[in-house]
């Protein structure tokens, strides 16, 4: 029989696609991957957390562009994926059909009304997915095997809007961020809004969990890592980071309004605000990740 000139273009779109993520994930500015799976013995015993202690989070993922990524991230299993059957055609919803056939994964059309039910926030676009959770990185780990490489990490403390997370670790990610650390308590993890606002960047980067933030911050500055918070009180500001992004460094963003808990701020140092020359005394929390993040970057080039 003749083959169906339409699966041709559907392949070779899908394997184009491949072809591009995987260039991408070659850059050698992208930031370094752990191995969670083949990480040292000194973890496999009960100094390892249990799972049910931790965890990012992660299992259902909504929106288009999210659930394109996971495919194309291939770093967990996805379980199934759910399109809402009055779908309209487009690139992408071609795309992850694509993916999925490719990958063996289950697509289910369902109505639309069964989808938003099952939906956990509020414009899902009429696809969600089902997959195992994002496993962390361990803290320990990536202290030990980055020590070769300067790290650049964002530390996040106190942060519950899951929109400003998610906005965050796209900035994290388009920035080359090596990992972003997050507090197990009083901070949101990955919900559905999380990964759709993050347009797939929780893919892609490496992700601590930590019991205490404060304890966190200074492991990293006994492994050499500087810490650098962004407080709108402080005297310097993010462009007087200079020479010391040449290094290890740690960028610390406090909550919208309360900002960064004593403790942490205590454990920072270096503190410093983005100048405000207008009007408004601070900016949202992930403007100001996006804005110190490219200044690091942009530092570290001029320090070449």
């Not at 699966?7 to 260039?23: D, Q």
């Not at 309209?88 to 369902?110: C, F, G, K, T």
């Not at 601590?208 to 500055?221: Q, R, T």
């Not at 963003?253 to 004593?262: F, K, P, W």
Request: charged fraction near 25%; proline fraction near 4%.
């Amino acid at each position: 029989m003749p083959k169906d000139p339409k699966s041709n273009k559907r392949n070779s779109r899908a394997n184009n696609r491949y072809a591009s993520s995987g260039s991408k994930r070659r850059n050698p500015n992208s930031p370094k991957h752990i191995n969670v799976a083949s990480r040292s013995n000194r973890y496999a015993s009960s100094n390892r957390p249990s799972q049910k202690e931790h965890g990012l989070g992660g299992e259902q993922i909504e929106g288009r562009q999210a659930v394109r990524e996971l495919l194309l991230g291939q770093r967990r299993k996805i379980r199934e994926i759910w399109i809402a059957s009055d779908i309209e055609a487009s690139p992408v919803i071609e795309d992850i059909l694509d993916l999925a056939r490719d990958q063996r994964v289950q697509v289910m059309n369902v109505s639309r009304r069964e989808l938003e039910r099952e939906a956990r926030s509020e414009a899902p676009q009429g696809v969600l997915a089902k997959a195992d959770s994002i496993e962390e990185t361990l803290l320990a780990d990536l202290l030990v095997e980055s020590r070769d490489t300067p790290l650049l990490l964002v530390a996040i403390d106190g942060v519950t809007d899951p929109g400003n997370l998610g906005a965050i670790l796209r900035c994290c990610d388009g920035a080359g961020v090596d990992a972003v650390i997050l507090p197990r308590h009083r901070a949101v993890h990955i919900t559905p809004t999380v990964a759709k606002s993050s347009a797939g960047a929780i893919e892609y980067l490496n992700m601590c969990v930590v019991g205490g933030l404060p304890s966190a911050l200074a492991e990293m500055k006994q492994s050499g890592v500087f810490i650098v918070g962004l407080d709108d009180a402080a005297e310097k500001s993010i462009f007087d980071i200079g020479e010391f992004a040449k290094g290890s460094i740690c960028l610390v963003l406090g909550a919208e309004g309360a900002g960064m808990s004593r403790l942490a701020r205590e454990r920072c140092d270096l503190l410093v605000n983005i100048p405000m020359l207008g009007s408004l005394s601070s900016l949202n929390v992930s403007v100001a990740a996006a804005l110190a993040t490219y200044e690091i970057v942009r530092s570290r080039r001029g320090n070449e």
